[in-house]
């Protein structure tokens, strides 16, 4: 469904073929939509063209909310999940500081609403106060102005965060090596 054009091309070209609209994230409840009902009303109609929906759990939860609930018959929810082959470890350079500590990885966009780090922070915090030795590396970009809860857990955190921002598929499969 991204991009969106896509979907929209299926709908003018009015050809008679099966149509699957693949969701891995929401079109009309996307945080950056400021379009109002617009986008809304856009995939009203291709929902009402496809012949199939796959979508995750939440996107579903967001049409349960929104008059899209009436093309739930045609979706299957999935969970999309990343298994990749088990390989040797790759070489990264740890430090004896390193293995001293457990190594915990989110890699992923995180945005500030929703896919906030919060209750990660949480987590994470209470793992620390509870007298574990984590070191929670963030890799992938953030999106979003965060929360003032979010901030100060990240200034709690102090040291044992690592923001590493957006790097290449081959520096996070590193990351998830080293977790």
């Not at 500030?112 to 992938?140: E, Q, W």
Request: proline fraction near 4%; charge should be positive; charged fraction near 20%.
């Amino acid at each position: 469904s991204a991009p969106f054009e896509a979907c929209l091309g299926v709908l003018r070209a009015r050809v008679d073929i099966p149509f699957v609209y693949y969701q891995l994230d929401p079109y009309f409840s996307h945080y950056t939509n400021r379009g109002g009902n617009r986008r809304l009303v856009l995939e009203n109609h291709v929902c009402k063209r496809a012949d199939s929906i796959i979508m995750t759990e939440l996107i579903m939860k967001d049409y349960m909310q929104s008059y899209l609930k009436q093309y739930t018959y045609k979706a299957h929810v999935l969970g999309f999940p990343s298994i990749v082959e088990k390989r040797q470890p790759i070489a990264f350079g740890l430090t004896e500081s390193d293995n001293r500590a457990t190594r915990l990885v989110f890699v992923g966009t995180l945005y500030a609403d929703i896919r906030s780090p919060s209750y990660l922070l949480k987590l994470f915090y209470a793992l620390r106060k509870h007298g574990m030795n984590v070191h929670l590396d963030i890799v992938g970009p953030a999106h979003g102005v965060l929360s003032q809860e979010i901030n100060d857990y990240m200034a709690l955190l102090g040291g044992n965060i690592t923001l590493h921002g957006q790097v290449s598929s081959t520096e996070a499969e590193k990351w998830l090596e080293k977790a």
